[in-house]
């Protein structure tokens, strides 16, 4: 089987395409053949060795991928040779809260992930996907589709009428703008390139603020919004915009911080968090019964992830740099060969 290795040191130059022998599965696991495999920021961070500079490896990247069962190991009883499954972005957080254990079976690091034509996967780690989708489609949803229905649906109670800021036109925002459209809330996009702005528009964005043209975009909700700010934030960004996250919430509203593309750290006034009553709520991803629970929405729906480019396998390296160049709406898919 063919997969990719960051191998001794990390960078994407050290992305290498090896020959392993094919995988067999044991008791109560599953040889899924992969057909479509996408990114998230921390598959590039980890490539780079900025997620975990401590990560073993080699390691084979990547946490989102999708394709079909063909070969069970004894005892598997909840998936069949032939049905199509993603692989769950944590491995073993099938219900319930996190727990250490739990966050510690992440595909993409520190488990071997979905960068191969073959890779076996628990049982319990898989994930039926909609049947409407085409496998690139599918392969976008375990980490940024479960992670926007995490933060707004599951812990974040998003209602019809409310209204959502999203950060950016990754695929975290766009999906969070797509589950927002169906919950009847009303979505407010920031982005630094009008025509992804458009783009947005046209996917039922409400509003849309250039955040270079208008640095001071926080100001700019509260104007958008009567002065009362968001109801609930999807912050994104981390440390470098989560001041202006604050500044943008209404009284009372939800703070869900998911990523931090510009940093991890930042001075941050405490005053208006305590005085206004906002809640700030850290979280990662989500488990399979989440994941299972966004899938029968998205097929009540028949909802469509955004993908912005589709790379072949022998390609990947040029897809890793498509992300660092940050040009991209939506996924980016890797196609197998």
């Known amino acids: 089987m063919k997969a990719y290795e960051i191998q001794k040191t990390f960078g994407l130059d050290a992305l290498t395409l090896v020959e392993r022998d094919e995988p067999i599965p044991g008791p109560g696991h599953v040889l899924v053949r992969v057909a479509a495999a996408s990114l998230n920021f921390r598959d590039l961070v980890t490539v780079q060795g900025i997620y975990n500079p401590k990560q073993p490896l080699p390691l084979v990247p990547l946490s989102d991928g999708v394709g079909e069962v063909v070969r069970l190991g004894g005892g598997v009883t909840r998936v069949a040779v032939g049905d199509r499954v993603a692989g769950a972005f944590f491995q073993r957080w099938i219900s319930g809260p996190p727990t250490k254990a739990k966050l510690l079976s992440a595909l993409g690091g520190p488990l071997d992930g979905m960068l191969a034509d073959h890779v076996v996967l628990h049982e319990e780690g898989v994930v039926a996907v909609p049947a409407h989708l085409g496998a690139e489609e599918a392969a976008t949803l375990p980490c940024a589709a479960v992670t926007a229905w995490s933060a707004l649906v599951e812990l974040g109670g998003l209602k019809p009428g409310e209204t959502l800021l999203l950060l950016g036109t990754g695929g975290v925002s766009i999906s969070a703008l797509q589950f927002a459209r169906v919950i009847g809330a009303r979505v407010i996009i920031t982005s630094s390139n009008d025509e992804k702005l458009e783009r947005a528009r046209a996917l039922g964005a409400a509003e849309t603020i250039n955040y270079r043209a208008v640095p001071e975009w926080d100001r700019k909700v509260r104007e958008l919004t009567g002065g009362v700010g968001a109801d609930h934030v999807l912050e994104t960004g981390g440390g470098g915009t989560f001041p202006r996250s604050v500044r943008a919430t209404r009284i009372g509203g939800t703070i869900s911080l998911i990523g931090s593309l510009s940093g991890v750290t930042t001075q941050v006034n405490l005053a208006p968090i305590l005085m206004q009553n906002i809640r700030v709520q850290g979280l990662i991803v989500g488990s399979r019964e989440t994941f299972e629970a966004m899938n029968r929405a998205v097929a009540l729906h028949r909802l469509r992830p955004v993908v912005d480019r589709i790379f ?20 980016i898919v890797i196609r197998m060969d």
């Open 312 to 331: 072949p396998f022998a390609e990947a390296r040029a897809a890793f740099e498509h992300m660092a160049a940050q040009g991209h709406f939506g996924k």
